[in-house]
């Protein structure tokens, strides 16, 4: 028996643009595609239907997307409030990386890029796909393997706790001070 098709929204900057992604996306049989020309129309959709991705455009004329993705984390009436995001966009500067990191996009995709590209990653990210967030509250993509960590210190060769006796010398230190052999 095979799985139900996974449905794919799509909001871009203009109808020609989602029509194009939209085809290219059709073009896998596990995928069915809704097109949205206003979040209005996106909203509406998702009080009554769950859906397993959005993919929508920062340039569009409406509010920012990741004023968009906010909202639809917070909307309790929302069928799919954890839905992975993956938001197109001309340029992405510090500013918009840190609102779209806090909105929970999960992938930001330069354009122009390849239709072909953006289908490889909407299949990727629905095979990949983990609900974070669920217990915790946070419903942002995962990002723990990618926050740089702060290195943790040195530990001394020897502390007086250890239970390891040292039976020869560092090689690495000179044996004799003064000279450099």
């Not at 996974?6 to 059709?26: D, E, F, Q």
């Not at 995928?31 to 129309?41: A, G």
């Not at 909105?103 to 289908?119: C, F, N």
């Amino acid at each position: 028996m095979s799985q139900p098709a996974k449905v794919v929204a799509i909001i871009a900057a203009n109808p020609a643009l989602s029509s194009l992604l939209a085809r290219v996306v059709a073009g896998d049989s596990h995928l069915k595609v809704r097109q949205f020309e206003s979040e209005i129309e996106l909203i509406a959709y998702m009080r009554i239907a769950a859906i397993d991705l959005l993919v929508c455009d920062f340039d569009r004329q409406d509010r920012p997307a990741y004023e968009m993705v906010e909202s639809i984390r917070l909307n309790n009436e929302l069928v799919s409030q954890d839905v992975p995001v993956i938001a197109l966009t001309r340029t992405i500067t510090p500013p918009m990386r840190h609102q779209a990191i806090s909105a929970g996009i999960d992938e930001m995709i330069i354009k122009p890029m390849s239709p072909r590209h953006l289908l490889q990653r909407i299949q990727a990210r629905l095979r990949n796909r983990s609900v974070v967030g669920v217990l915790g509250g946070y419903r942002g993509p995962e990002r723990r393997n990618r926050a740089p960590m702060p290195r943790p210190h040195p530990v001394p060769a020897r502390r007086l706790s250890d239970n390891v006796v040292q039976l020869f010398p560092d090689r690495r230190k000179p044996r004799h001070p003064g000279l450099d052999g």
